[in-house]
């Protein structure tokens, strides 16, 4: 055995020899690959959701470093949620790439106290009394959607829809209805207007990253000018409506946001709103409102797509209620099974990616939250909301999709501060309601009208992070005619 040792000690000795010189390197190999995982970023990644999702599962909870952003740490736990439920500042960084639409001085970055007193003017614009005024108006945009397929399927068996594309349409037109009213001028070419808007959210999108060319550049301005004046257009036709309007009869009138605007003091100066922060506030609440409710709605239709059970139990609910008529809003409101299967959907597919909130210097957070590793030393804190929504100790077996989470008996369990695609606490999204009732709406004439399925394999429903979560090559579905209202 010892000879059978000897023999090899040469060669041990000549590769020692050959690895010593070479020795750094082969350590810095060795360092390289240790510190792979540390150099990951969004791009290698594949997203910021990704990232997060990588982050998290090294670190935990509480993710302190190799995030993007300076004095930021990202959590996913339901104290650390609860016990910032009050901040209302967010980091003013997150929306810098929005300002050339929506200004320096915007809503999104309005600190906590004056966020919070314009919330109190604008409020109303999102309760019921509008939600009643203006949803004939909502549920006419989706008829029109639904004739338009109606009239491709009278030549042919099956129609496939993208249906993103013109969900995004209903959105934007139904978003505008609510808070832009119901009077949008005649010579509007709502195409160009949606163009134009999407190739701006688009280009600015891209540009924060670097990913905008000359040409796609100058097309960012173009589009950028096109939608800001074709704003100030709906904006100022409104406010010579008004005027007109107080000259004659005042006419029992619900005040949408825009009215709101244009009628009440900004709570800040004590004077009128400013044109500037009128056309800033609009851009905010369109952009908010419009690519959320959206993609919502085709997300929910291929949810239902993949779960034939939970289809059918709605199919069964929509036809009980409704019979051959159109949805009414008090319809809406009646029918569980619609709303369980939607919340659902925001669950599983929420479209916003995350919520941010800063901790000013001094800010007092509860003792629960000392765990986790939270400073009050102005430290924004991600709240990614698809790891709440799929973290199996708050939603079991989160990969299912299960409606019967937010029934009646169940919704209980569901540990609070937890469930957010509308964001939480003193930012929570004022528009719930408006999302909910324009998804129900679609979702539920939809489900009046055709059998439908998904038209593209499985896989290929990608998930892209722009402004907000969608689908990269949209969700298209097959649209077949049945039995139902005469809309
Ligand atoms: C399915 C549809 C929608 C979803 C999923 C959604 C989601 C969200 C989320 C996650 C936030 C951030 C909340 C936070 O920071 O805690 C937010 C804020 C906001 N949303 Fe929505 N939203 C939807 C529809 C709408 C609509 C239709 C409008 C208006 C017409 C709207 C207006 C706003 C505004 C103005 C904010 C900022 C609130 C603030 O800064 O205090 N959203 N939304």
């Given at each position: 055995?010892?000879?059978?040792v000897?023999?090899?000690i040469?060669y041990?000795?000549?590769?020692?020899?050959?690895?010593?010189?070479?020795?750094?390197?082969?350590?810095?190999?060795?360092?390289a690959?240790?510190?792979?995982?540390?150099d990951i970023?969004?791009?290698?990644?594949?997203?910021?959701?990704?990232l997060l999702?990588?982050?998290?599962?090294?670190?935990?909870?509480?993710?302190?470093?190799?995030?993007?952003f300076?004095?930021?740490i990202?959590?996913?736990?339901?104290?650390?949620?609860?016990?910032?439920?009050?901040?209302?500042?967010?980091?003013?960084?997150?929306?810098?790439?929005?300002?050339?639409?929506?200004?320096?001085?915007?809503?999104?970055?309005?600190d906590?106290?004056?966020a919070?007193?314009f919330?109190?003017?604008?409020?109303?614009?999102?309760?019921?009394?509008?939600?009643?005024?203006?949803?004939?108006?909502?549920?006419?945009?989706?008829?029109?959607?639904?004739?338009?397929?109606?009239?491709?399927?009278?030549?042919?068996?099956?129609?496939?829809i993208?249906?993103?594309?013109?969900?995004?349409?209903?959105?934007l037109?139904?978003?505008?209805k609510?808070?832009?009213?119901?009077?949008?001028p005649?010579?509007?070419?709502?195409?160009k207007?949606?163009?134009s808007?999407?190739?701006?959210?688009?280009?600015?999108?891209d540009?924060?990253f670097g990913?905008?060319?000359?040409?796609?550049?100058?097309?960012?301005?173009?589009?950028?000018n096109?939608f800001?004046?074709?704003?100030?257009k709906?904006i100022?036709d409104?406010?010579?409506?008004?005027?007109?309007?107080?000259n004659?009869e005042k006419?029992a009138?619900?005040?949408?946001l825009?009215?709101?605007?244009?009628?009440?003091?900004?709570?800040d100066?004590?004077c009128?709103?400013?044109?500037?922060?009128?056309?800033?506030?609009?851009?905010?609440?369109?952009?908010?409102?419009?690519?959320?409710?959206g993609?919502a709605?085709?997300?929910?239709?291929?949810?239902?797509?993949?779960?034939?059970?939970?289809?059918?139990?709605?199919?069964?609910?929509?036809d009980?209620?409704?019979?051959?008529?159109?949805?009414?809003?008090?319809?809406?409101s009646?029918m569980?099974?619609?709303?369980q299967?939607?919340?659902?959907?925001?669950?599983?597919h929420p479209?916003?990616?995350?919520?941010?909130r800063?901790?000013?210097?001094?800010?007092?957070?509860?003792?629960a939250?000392?765990?986790?590793?939270?400073?009050?030393?102005?430290?924004?804190?991600?709240?990614?909301?698809?790891?709440?929504?799929?973290?199996?100790?708050?939603?079991?077996?989160?990969?299912?999709?299960?409606?019967?989470?937010?029934?009646?008996?169940?919704?209980?369990?569901?540990?609070?501060?937890?469930?957010?695609p509308?964001g939480?606490?003193?930012?929570m999204?004022p528009?719930?309601?408006?999302?909910?009732?324009?998804?129900?709406?679609?979702v539920?004439?939809?489900?009046?009208?055709?059998?439908?399925?998904?038209?593209m394999?499985?896989?290929?429903?990608?998930?892209?992070?722009r402004?907000?979560?969608?689908?990269k090559?949209?969700?298209?579905?097959?649209?077949?005619?049945?039995?139902?209202i005469?809309?």
């Amino acid at each position: 055995m010892l000879n059978y040792v000897l023999d090899y000690i040469p060669y041990i000795v000549i590769a020692l020899c050959l690895i010593y010189p070479l020795r750094t390197i082969i350590y810095d190999q060795f360092q390289a690959v240790l510190s792979k995982k540390k150099d990951i970023d969004v791009a290698s990644a594949g997203g910021f959701i990704p990232l997060l999702r990588i982050l998290h599962a090294e670190q935990g909870a509480t993710v302190t470093s190799n995030l993007p952003f300076e004095n930021t740490i990202s959590v996913v736990n339901s104290e650390v949620m609860k016990a910032t439920l009050q901040i209302g500042d967010r980091p003013i960084g997150l929306f810098k790439f929005l300002v050339p639409l929506i200004g320096e001085d915007n809503f999104q970055i309005f600190d906590a106290e004056r966020a919070a007193r314009f919330k109190k003017v604008s409020g109303p614009a999102f309760g019921q009394e509008v939600l009643t005024t203006k949803y004939d108006d909502m549920r006419s945009i989706g008829i029109d959607l639904i004739k338009r397929w109606e009239e491709s399927l009278n030549l042919q068996d099956s129609v496939i829809i993208r249906m993103q594309e013109e969900c995004l349409e209903f959105a934007l037109r139904a978003t505008s209805k609510a808070i832009l009213s119901t009077d949008t001028p005649q010579d509007l070419d709502f195409k160009k207007f949606k163009q134009s808007y999407d190739a701006t959210l688009s280009g600015l999108f891209d540009k924060q990253f670097g990913l905008l060319d000359d040409l796609r550049e100058e097309e960012l301005q173009q589009s950028l000018n096109s939608f800001l004046t074709t704003l100030s257009k709906l904006i100022n036709d409104r406010k010579n409506k008004s005027t007109e309007v107080e000259n004659t009869e005042k006419p029992a009138y619900v005040k949408d946001l825009l009215d709101i605007l244009l009628t009440e003091n900004d709570p800040d100066t004590g004077c009128p709103f400013s044109d500037e922060m009128i056309r800033s506030i609009m851009s905010i609440y369109l952009t908010a409102g419009y690519h959320t409710t959206g993609v919502a709605i085709p997300f929910t239709l291929f949810a239902l797509t993949q779960n034939p059970e939970a289809k059918a139990r709605l199919q069964e609910e929509i036809d009980e209620v409704l019979q051959d008529r159109l949805p009414t809003l008090e319809d809406l409101s009646k029918m569980d099974c619609l709303t369980q299967v939607i919340k659902e959907a925001l669950r599983v597919h929420p479209p916003g990616t995350f919520c941010a909130r800063l901790i000013k210097t001094g800010s007092v957070l509860s003792k629960a939250v000392e765990n986790f590793q939270v400073q009050t030393d102005n430290t924004t804190i991600l709240y990614c909301i698809p790891l709440y929504h799929e973290n199996p100790s708050y939603f079991a077996n989160p990969q299912k999709f299960d409606p019967s989470r937010f029934s009646r008996e169940n919704i209980k369990n569901i540990k609070p501060n937890t469930y957010c695609p509308f964001g939480f606490g003193a930012r929570m999204c004022p528009a719930e309601r408006l999302a909910m009732v324009d998804i129900k709406i679609m979702v539920c004439m939809i489900m009046q009208k055709f059998d439908f399925e998904l038209a593209m394999k499985v896989e290929d429903v990608q998930m892209e992070e722009r402004f907000v979560v969608m689908a990269k090559n949209d969700i298209l579905i097959k649209l077949k005619p049945r039995s139902g209202i005469n809309a």
